[in-house]
């Protein structure tokens, strides 16, 4: 149990270009969903913590108009980078955890490669 | 906020040698600490966790000690194996709240 998908795995882009990554939880339902951001040979990044229905609280330094997060429902949850470009290739990988639980389920991450 | 640091960086032990990853962590608060394995180009996957009122737990080859007062914990990897070469991360969390990672320690298992 507790499986989270993200989708795509990998995705290229041009610059100027708006990607949509989802993160799905597929056994459970996921009051809180957790995004983070990882370059090479580094530790994961919080960039912002979305609960269902309502606005993800977005970190310091994140620009919450170019990193839309959107929690629609209990299991699924969307980051769409808009207008990316080169510095915003990274590795974005999605965690879900279920409300009053300490644990979080990540999911297989994201590839993102602006050229 | 919660602070956590990680040693070593990068550890390389004979495969069938035991390996050692060791915490710490600032805030008293913390309650939960989850041990993730990372291998390249994949999301990290839960591999052992501890909460505070338990002092060790040990899951096969896999074992994480605690140490409340001093705000440490460890993970131990005993028989290793190529297999468990990878990136590992410790982490420690306040319920409900995000996680605190630590900076990732490099296994490689020599064969």
């Known amino acids: 149990g507790a499986v989270v998908s993200q989708h795509p795995s990998r995705v290229i882009c041009k610059s100027g270009t708006s990607v949509k990554i989802e993160c799905r939880s597929l056994?459970?339902?996921?009051?809180?969903m957790f995004w983070y951001r990882q370059f090479p040979k580094q530790s994961l990044m919080l960039m912002a913590t979305?609960?269902?229905?309502?606005?993800?609280?977005?970190e310091q330094g994140v620009e919450k108009d170019k990193f839309l997060i959107n929690h629609a429902s209990l299991t699924l949850s969307t980051l769409t980078v808009t207008s990316a470009h080169p510095e915003d290739s990274s590795f974005y990988i999605c965690?879900?955890?279920?409300?009053?639980?300490?644990?979080?389920?990540f999911g297989p991450g994201t590839r993102l490669t602006v050229l | 906020g919660e602070n956590v640091e990680q040693h070593p960086s990068t550890l390389s032990v004979q495969e069938g040698d035991s390996a050692v990853i060791k915490c710490t962590y600032s805030?008293?608060?913390?309650?939960?600490f989850p041990w993730y394995k990372q291998e390249l180009g994949k999301g990290p996957q839960l591999i052992i966790d501890?909460?505070?009122?338990?002092g060790e737990k040990k899951d096969q080859r896999i074992a994480v000690t605690l140490n409340k007062t001093a705000k440490h914990f460890s993970l131990h990897i005993t028989e290793t194996q190529p297999e468990d070469s990878a990136v590992y991360f410790c982490?420690?969390?306040?319920?409900?709240?995000?996680?605190?990672f630590g900076t990732g320690t490099s296994l490689t298992v020599i064969p």
């Open positions: 965690s879900a955890a279920v409300r009053a639980s300490n644990e979080q389920f």
């Open positions: 056994d459970f339902q996921a009051t809180t």
């Open positions: 979305s609960n269902e229905g309502s606005k993800a609280t977005y």
């Open positions: 805030d008293s608060a913390s309650n939960y």
């Open positions: 501890i909460r505070s009122n338990v």
């Open positions: 982490a420690a969390s306040i319920p409900g709240n995000q996680f605190y």
